[in-house]
Protein backbone atom coordinates (compact mmCIF):
# COMPACT_ATOMS: atom_id res chain seq x y z
CA UNK A 1 0.00 0.00 0.00
CA UNK A 2 1.25 3.68 -0.99
CA UNK A 3 1.61 6.42 1.30
CA UNK A 4 -1.01 9.34 1.01
CA UNK A 5 -1.86 12.15 3.17
CA UNK A 6 -3.93 11.52 5.83
CA UNK A 7 -3.21 9.70 8.89
CA UNK A 8 -5.78 8.72 11.81
CA UNK A 9 -2.59 8.37 14.24
CA UNK A 10 1.46 9.12 14.35
CA UNK A 11 4.12 7.79 16.13
CA UNK A 12 7.76 8.22 15.85
CA UNK A 13 8.44 4.53 16.53
CA UNK A 14 5.64 1.78 15.87
CA UNK A 15 6.55 -1.91 16.96
CA UNK A 16 4.22 -4.38 15.73
CA UNK A 17 4.35 -7.70 17.75
CA UNK A 18 4.13 -7.83 21.70
CA UNK A 19 6.10 -10.76 22.42
CA UNK A 20 9.88 -10.27 24.14
CA UNK A 21 11.98 -8.83 21.13
CA UNK A 22 9.13 -5.92 20.50
CA UNK A 23 7.99 -5.09 24.49
CA UNK A 24 12.53 -5.02 24.61
CA UNK A 25 12.14 -2.74 21.62
CA UNK A 26 9.69 -0.57 22.69
CA UNK A 27 11.63 -0.35 26.06
CA UNK A 28 14.92 0.08 24.49
CA UNK A 29 13.35 3.15 21.74
CA UNK A 30 11.33 4.93 25.18
CA UNK A 31 14.69 4.98 27.16
CA UNK A 32 16.70 6.92 24.23
CA UNK A 33 14.62 9.82 24.05
CA UNK A 34 12.24 8.70 21.62
CA UNK A 35 9.08 10.87 22.38
CA UNK A 36 6.32 8.87 20.93
CA UNK A 37 6.36 4.77 21.17
CA UNK A 38 3.60 2.36 20.61
CA UNK A 39 3.19 -1.44 20.26
CA UNK A 40 0.50 -3.16 18.06
CA UNK A 41 -0.52 -6.46 18.76
CA UNK A 42 -2.44 -9.29 17.01
CA UNK A 43 -3.59 -11.14 19.99
CA UNK A 44 -5.68 -10.46 22.81
CA UNK A 45 -2.99 -11.90 25.36
CA UNK A 46 0.46 -12.23 25.15
CA UNK A 47 1.90 -15.29 23.81
CA UNK A 48 4.68 -14.75 21.57
CA UNK A 49 7.50 -17.79 21.34
CA UNK A 50 9.14 -16.53 24.51
CA UNK A 51 6.76 -17.46 26.52
CA UNK A 52 6.16 -21.20 25.38
CA UNK A 53 10.30 -21.08 25.94
CA UNK A 54 12.63 -21.16 28.87
CA UNK A 55 13.27 -17.56 28.03
CA UNK A 56 16.74 -18.27 28.46
CA UNK A 57 18.75 -15.75 26.35
CA UNK A 58 22.97 -16.55 25.20
CA UNK A 59 25.32 -13.59 26.24
CA UNK A 60 29.40 -14.50 26.42
CA UNK A 61 31.25 -12.40 28.66
CA UNK A 62 28.92 -11.29 30.95
CA UNK A 63 29.42 -9.94 34.74
CA UNK A 64 27.60 -13.07 35.76
CA UNK A 65 29.62 -15.04 34.42
CA UNK A 66 32.65 -13.75 35.60
CA UNK A 67 30.97 -13.99 39.10
CA UNK A 68 30.33 -17.81 38.30
CA UNK A 69 34.28 -18.23 37.29
CA UNK A 70 33.10 -18.79 33.67
CA UNK A 71 35.91 -16.97 30.82
CA UNK A 72 34.14 -16.20 27.83
CA UNK A 73 33.97 -13.66 25.10
CA UNK A 74 32.42 -12.53 22.07
CA UNK A 75 34.79 -14.50 19.48
CA UNK A 76 33.98 -17.70 21.65
CA UNK A 77 30.59 -17.55 21.21
CA UNK A 78 30.57 -16.24 17.53
CA UNK A 79 33.18 -19.52 17.00
CA UNK A 80 30.81 -21.49 18.46
CA UNK A 81 27.71 -20.56 16.37
CA UNK A 82 29.80 -20.84 13.08
CA UNK A 83 30.62 -24.73 13.87
CA UNK A 84 27.27 -25.27 14.97
CA UNK A 85 25.48 -23.91 12.06
CA UNK A 86 28.25 -23.60 8.85
CA UNK A 87 28.05 -21.07 6.37
CA UNK A 88 24.61 -18.69 5.79
CA UNK A 89 23.25 -15.58 4.76
CA UNK A 90 23.48 -13.56 7.80
CA UNK A 91 26.60 -13.57 8.77
CA UNK A 92 27.33 -10.04 9.68
CA UNK A 93 24.39 -9.80 11.80
CA UNK A 94 24.93 -12.88 13.70
CA UNK A 95 28.61 -11.36 14.43
CA UNK A 96 26.86 -8.07 15.99
CA UNK A 97 24.44 -10.26 18.13
CA UNK A 98 26.75 -12.01 19.25
CA UNK A 99 29.29 -8.67 20.15
CA UNK A 100 25.46 -6.84 21.80
CA UNK A 101 25.00 -10.06 23.99
CA UNK A 102 26.25 -9.28 26.99
CA UNK A 103 24.89 -5.52 27.12
CA UNK A 104 21.37 -6.74 26.50
CA UNK A 105 21.24 -9.19 29.40
CA UNK A 106 23.07 -6.74 31.38
CA UNK A 107 20.76 -3.93 30.32
CA UNK A 108 17.45 -6.69 30.99
CA UNK A 109 18.78 -6.99 34.52
CA UNK A 110 19.91 -3.65 35.50
CA UNK A 111 17.22 -1.42 33.65
CA UNK A 112 14.47 -3.75 32.29
CA UNK A 113 14.37 -5.29 35.80
CA UNK A 114 14.28 -8.54 34.16
CA UNK A 115 15.05 -11.69 37.07
CA UNK A 116 17.55 -13.35 34.68
CA UNK A 117 20.97 -15.64 36.03
CA UNK A 118 23.44 -17.26 34.56
CA UNK A 119 22.23 -20.73 34.17
CA UNK A 120 25.31 -23.13 35.54
CA UNK A 121 23.65 -26.63 35.36
CA UNK A 122 24.51 -27.40 31.73
CA UNK A 123 26.22 -26.12 28.53
CA UNK A 124 23.74 -25.16 26.03
CA UNK A 125 23.98 -27.25 22.97
CA UNK A 126 27.35 -25.81 20.51
CA UNK A 127 28.36 -23.90 23.40
CA UNK A 128 32.11 -24.44 24.79
CA UNK A 129 31.04 -23.04 28.55
CA UNK A 130 27.72 -22.06 30.10
CA UNK A 131 25.94 -18.89 28.73
CA UNK A 132 22.10 -19.33 29.27
CA UNK A 133 20.82 -16.35 31.00
CA UNK A 134 17.66 -17.43 32.00
CA UNK A 135 14.53 -17.13 34.82
CA UNK A 136 15.05 -19.36 37.92
CA UNK A 137 11.72 -20.54 37.17
CA UNK A 138 13.09 -21.35 33.31
CA UNK A 139 9.73 -20.15 32.55
CA UNK A 140 9.95 -17.45 29.28
CA UNK A 141 6.26 -16.44 30.48
CA UNK A 142 8.46 -14.72 33.99
CA UNK A 143 10.98 -12.54 31.47
CA UNK A 144 7.20 -11.10 29.05
CA UNK A 145 6.11 -10.22 32.43
CA UNK A 146 8.64 -8.61 33.54
CA UNK A 147 9.48 -6.59 30.39
CA UNK A 148 5.44 -6.01 30.61
CA UNK A 149 6.01 -4.35 33.69
CA UNK A 150 9.01 -2.43 32.59
CA UNK A 151 6.66 -0.87 29.41
CA UNK A 152 3.90 -0.06 31.85
CA UNK A 153 6.27 1.40 33.75
CA UNK A 154 7.15 4.08 31.34
CA UNK A 155 3.60 4.46 30.01
CA UNK A 156 3.83 3.19 26.57
CA UNK A 157 0.39 2.25 24.81
CA UNK A 158 0.32 -1.16 23.72
CA UNK A 159 -2.77 -2.01 21.74
CA UNK A 160 -3.57 -5.64 22.05
CA UNK A 161 -6.24 -7.44 19.70
CA UNK A 162 -5.16 -4.88 16.72
CA UNK A 163 -3.33 -6.91 14.28
CA UNK A 164 -1.76 -5.41 11.08
CA UNK A 165 -3.58 -5.88 7.83
CA UNK A 166 -0.33 -4.33 5.70
CA UNK A 167 2.46 -1.91 5.90
CA UNK A 168 2.55 1.36 4.12
CA UNK A 169 5.17 2.80 1.96
CA UNK A 170 6.31 5.74 0.60
CA UNK A 171 6.87 6.52 -3.43
CA UNK A 172 10.64 5.86 -2.43
CA UNK A 173 9.83 2.24 -0.98
CA UNK A 174 10.06 3.38 2.36
CA UNK A 175 8.01 1.64 5.07
CA UNK A 176 6.27 5.38 6.56
CA UNK A 177 3.51 3.00 8.49
CA UNK A 178 0.96 0.19 8.89
CA UNK A 179 -2.92 -0.19 8.54
CA UNK A 180 -4.22 -1.68 11.33
CA UNK A 181 -7.27 -3.25 12.10
CA UNK A 182 -8.91 -2.54 15.69
CA UNK A 183 -12.14 -4.42 15.46
CA UNK A 184 -14.03 -6.09 12.47
CA UNK A 185 -14.79 -3.06 10.40
CA UNK A 186 -12.52 0.12 11.37
CA UNK A 187 -8.86 0.28 9.78
CA UNK A 188 -6.42 2.41 11.53
CA UNK A 189 -3.97 3.90 9.73
CA UNK A 190 -0.88 5.02 11.70
CA UNK A 191 2.18 6.92 10.45
CA UNK A 192 5.72 6.27 12.15
CA UNK A 193 9.28 7.61 11.14
CA UNK A 194 10.01 3.84 11.73
CA UNK A 195 8.25 0.64 12.09
CA UNK A 196 10.36 -1.94 13.66
CA UNK A 197 8.46 -5.84 12.91
CA UNK A 198 8.68 -8.21 16.04
CA UNK A 199 6.54 -10.78 14.43
CA UNK A 200 8.82 -13.52 14.50
CA UNK A 201 8.97 -16.60 12.29
CA UNK A 202 6.39 -18.34 9.95
CA UNK A 203 6.19 -21.62 12.04
CA UNK A 204 2.25 -21.69 11.98
CA UNK A 205 2.03 -21.00 8.18
CA UNK A 206 1.51 -24.29 6.50
CA UNK A 207 2.07 -23.11 3.46
CA UNK A 208 4.93 -20.91 3.92
CA UNK A 209 6.46 -24.17 5.73
CA UNK A 210 5.97 -26.15 2.42
CA UNK A 211 7.41 -23.43 0.42
CA UNK A 212 10.31 -22.15 2.05
CA UNK A 213 11.14 -25.09 4.60
CA UNK A 214 9.96 -28.63 3.29
CA UNK A 215 12.28 -30.47 5.59
CA UNK A 216 10.50 -29.93 8.46
CA UNK A 217 6.87 -29.50 6.82
CA UNK A 218 4.38 -31.43 8.44
CA UNK A 219 6.09 -32.02 11.82
CA UNK A 220 3.60 -31.29 14.98
CA UNK A 221 3.99 -27.36 15.69
CA UNK A 222 4.72 -26.62 19.43
CA UNK A 223 5.70 -22.70 18.84
CA UNK A 224 2.99 -19.83 19.43
CA UNK A 225 0.58 -19.46 17.50
CA UNK A 226 0.77 -15.87 16.64
CA UNK A 227 4.13 -17.29 14.04
CA UNK A 228 1.90 -16.95 11.06
CA UNK A 229 4.93 -15.28 8.86
CA UNK A 230 2.80 -11.99 7.59
CA UNK A 231 6.20 -10.02 7.78
CA UNK A 232 7.53 -12.95 5.17
CA UNK A 233 4.15 -11.88 3.00
CA UNK A 234 4.49 -8.26 3.57
CA UNK A 235 8.13 -7.78 3.07
CA UNK A 236 7.50 -9.89 -0.32
CA UNK A 237 4.95 -7.32 -1.43
CA UNK A 238 6.95 -4.74 -1.00
CA UNK A 239 9.62 -6.34 -2.91
CA UNK A 240 11.39 -7.15 0.34
CA UNK A 241 14.75 -10.13 0.09
CA UNK A 242 14.48 -12.68 1.64
CA UNK A 243 17.51 -15.05 3.34
CA UNK A 244 17.78 -18.25 5.38
CA UNK A 245 14.21 -19.40 4.55
CA UNK A 246 15.07 -23.24 4.74
CA UNK A 247 16.14 -22.41 8.88
CA UNK A 248 14.46 -23.50 11.60
CA UNK A 249 13.80 -24.10 15.56
CA UNK A 250 12.67 -27.63 15.81
CA UNK A 251 12.43 -29.83 19.17
CA UNK A 252 13.28 -33.42 18.69
CA UNK A 253 11.78 -34.93 21.95
CA UNK A 254 8.30 -34.12 22.48
CA UNK A 255 6.01 -36.30 25.26
CA UNK A 256 2.90 -37.51 23.43
CA UNK A 257 0.03 -37.54 24.81
CA UNK A 258 1.30 -34.56 27.40
CA UNK A 259 2.22 -32.37 24.25
CA UNK A 260 4.88 -30.82 26.87
CA UNK A 261 8.64 -30.50 25.64
CA UNK A 262 11.09 -33.17 26.95
CA UNK A 263 13.84 -31.11 28.74
CA UNK A 264 16.92 -31.42 26.72
CA UNK A 265 18.96 -31.55 29.66
CA UNK A 266 17.97 -35.39 29.64
CA UNK A 267 19.88 -35.75 26.69
CA UNK A 268 22.69 -33.18 27.41
CA UNK A 269 23.60 -35.40 30.44
CA UNK A 270 23.83 -38.30 28.48
CA UNK A 271 20.55 -39.77 27.42
CA UNK A 272 20.08 -40.97 24.08
CA UNK A 273 17.11 -41.36 21.68
CA UNK A 274 16.03 -44.57 20.22
CA UNK A 275 13.36 -45.19 17.11
CA UNK A 276 10.66 -47.79 17.51
CA UNK A 277 12.84 -50.72 16.98
CA UNK A 278 14.58 -50.00 20.03
CA UNK A 279 17.59 -48.30 18.24
CA UNK A 280 19.85 -45.20 18.52
CA UNK A 281 20.37 -43.70 14.60
CA UNK A 282 21.91 -40.54 15.33
CA UNK A 283 24.18 -38.31 17.39
CA UNK A 284 22.19 -36.43 19.52
CA UNK A 285 24.73 -33.47 20.37
CA UNK A 286 24.00 -31.92 17.53
CA UNK A 287 21.60 -30.25 19.58
CA UNK A 288 17.66 -30.61 19.70
CA UNK A 289 17.00 -28.79 16.38
CA UNK A 290 19.75 -30.51 14.86
CA UNK A 291 17.94 -33.57 15.79
CA UNK A 292 14.08 -32.60 14.85
CA UNK A 293 14.80 -33.73 11.65
CA UNK A 294 16.21 -37.05 12.23
CA UNK A 295 13.20 -38.27 14.10
CA UNK A 296 10.95 -37.33 11.68
CA UNK A 297 12.52 -39.71 9.31
CA UNK A 298 12.28 -42.70 12.04
CA UNK A 299 9.50 -44.92 12.65
CA UNK A 300 7.57 -43.55 15.13
CA UNK A 301 7.68 -43.62 17.95
CA UNK A 302 10.80 -42.56 19.52
CA UNK A 303 11.45 -42.65 22.93
CA UNK A 304 14.45 -40.78 24.95
CA UNK A 305 16.04 -43.11 27.27
CA UNK A 306 17.82 -41.77 30.35
CA UNK A 307 18.90 -42.41 33.98
CA UNK A 308 18.01 -41.78 37.54
CA UNK A 309 20.60 -39.33 37.76
CA UNK A 310 19.47 -37.16 34.60
CA UNK A 311 16.26 -37.23 35.81
CA UNK A 312 16.55 -35.81 39.18
CA UNK A 313 19.04 -33.00 37.36
CA UNK A 314 16.29 -32.15 34.68
CA UNK A 315 13.86 -32.22 37.60
CA UNK A 316 15.45 -28.85 38.92
CA UNK A 317 13.26 -27.95 36.08
CA UNK A 318 9.07 -26.44 36.47
CA UNK A 319 8.15 -28.08 33.45
CA UNK A 320 10.00 -31.39 33.60
CA UNK A 321 8.47 -31.69 36.93
CA UNK A 322 5.06 -30.99 35.69
CA UNK A 323 5.55 -34.01 33.02
CA UNK A 324 6.62 -36.12 35.68
CA UNK A 325 3.94 -35.85 38.19
CA UNK A 326 1.75 -36.40 34.58
CA UNK A 327 3.40 -39.42 34.48
CA UNK A 328 5.16 -39.01 31.28
CA UNK A 329 7.84 -40.90 32.36
CA UNK A 330 8.27 -44.53 32.61
CA UNK A 331 11.07 -46.15 34.79
CA UNK A 332 12.19 -49.70 35.02
CA UNK A 333 15.70 -51.75 36.96
CA UNK A 334 16.39 -53.27 34.13
CA UNK A 335 17.10 -52.64 30.01
CA UNK A 336 14.70 -55.88 29.40
CA UNK A 337 12.16 -54.43 31.80
CA UNK A 338 12.59 -50.66 30.04
CA UNK A 339 11.79 -52.56 26.89
CA UNK A 340 9.13 -54.09 27.94
CA UNK A 341 7.43 -51.27 28.97
CA UNK A 342 7.78 -49.28 26.08
CA UNK A 343 7.34 -51.94 23.65
CA UNK A 344 10.59 -52.18 22.32
CA UNK A 345 13.23 -55.20 20.75
CA UNK A 346 15.19 -55.38 24.23
CA UNK A 347 18.08 -56.79 22.22
CA UNK A 348 18.18 -54.19 20.03
CA UNK A 349 17.60 -51.83 22.68
CA UNK A 350 20.52 -53.21 24.95
CA UNK A 351 22.70 -52.72 22.04
Same mark, same amino acid.
Given at each position: ?31 E ?19 V ?9 ? $? ?20 ? /? ?8 ? &? ?5 ? @? ?19 Y ?9 L ?8 Q ?25 L??D ?12 ? &? /?R?T???A????? @?????? =? ?13 ? =? ?8 T???V ?51 E?V ?6 G ?16 I $? ?16 G ?9 L? =?????? =? ?5
Amino acid at each position: MTAHAGWDQEVDVLVIGAGACGLAAAIAAHDEGVPRVAIVEKFARLSGDTTVSTGSVAAAGT $RFQREAGIEDSPELMLEDFTTL /TGPHDMAELT &RALVQES @AGLVEWLVDVVGARLAIVTDYRHVGHAVPRLHGPKSRRGQDLVDDLVRAVEKRGIPMALANPVRDLVVDDAGAVVGAVVQGD &R /TRETRIGARKVIL @ATNGFG =ANPELLRTHCPEISG =AQYFGAEGSTGEAVLWGCRIGAALANMGAYLGYAVVAYPHGSLLSWTTIEKGGVVVNAHGERFGDESVGYSGFAGRVMRQPAPTFAIFDERI $REIAAREEEFRKLLDLGGAKSATSVPALA =AVAGLD =AHRLEA
